[in-house]
């Protein structure tokens, strides 16, 4: 069973020249996490921002500052991260030889470990390390870009991942990234999924629209 459903909306997708404003307004609009799509032009073909916009960013909000790296290696980075207030760092297993190590890595700095599983990433990349992981971030588009179409195929993982979580009993956030939408949003929450990235759903139609937006990804 998946808890409450926790909307995360990913900046990625709003107003770059007033990113404070921005996080300031969807944590008031009920967000419950924050998303922070980290890349590095070389593991993604794209470039956003480092340690630096996350302690910037800090201040603005008291929710859950959850940090997506999508850069390689990201071992490198981890306390950086973590100083400039991440809650949750998530890697990709193709980021780095160890994923084990970095795991032990992101918990020793007293924050959580997620991983994220790209659409062509099997569930065995993390068979060995499920006890070491608090959030799995399954890919609903291949990750690079906010305004991606929603891949179907992440359901049918979204479903394997959250019958072998409950089946262990493990408390292990269940997250899906990319292409969510109001369609896409209730589909995903059937499947299991129970944190919902969502950038272009939540930023469209500017502040005014924040909070029904969030409302209804997050469905009746
Ligand atoms: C893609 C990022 C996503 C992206 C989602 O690499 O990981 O977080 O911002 O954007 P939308 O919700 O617009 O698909
Ligand atoms: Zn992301």
Known sequence: MSGEVRIAPS???ADFARLGEEVKAVTEAGADWIHLDVMDGHFVPNLTF???MVRALRPLSGLTFDTHLMIAPADPFLEAFAEAGSDVITVHPEAGPHLHRSLQAIRALGKKAGVSLNPATPLSAIEHV???IDLILVM????GFGGQSFI???LQKLRALRERIDGLGLSIDLEVDGGINFETAPR????G?????AGTATFKGGPTAYAENIRRLRGP
């Open 140 to 143: 609903s588009v291949n990750p």
């Open 188 to 191: 995903a929450i059937a499947a």
């Open 11 to 13: 900046i990625l997708a």
């Open 152 to 154: 179907p195929g992440a």
């Open 50 to 52: 480092g340690p630096d």
């Open 193 to 197: 999924a129970d944190v919902l990235v």
């Open 130 to 132: 499920l006890e070491d």
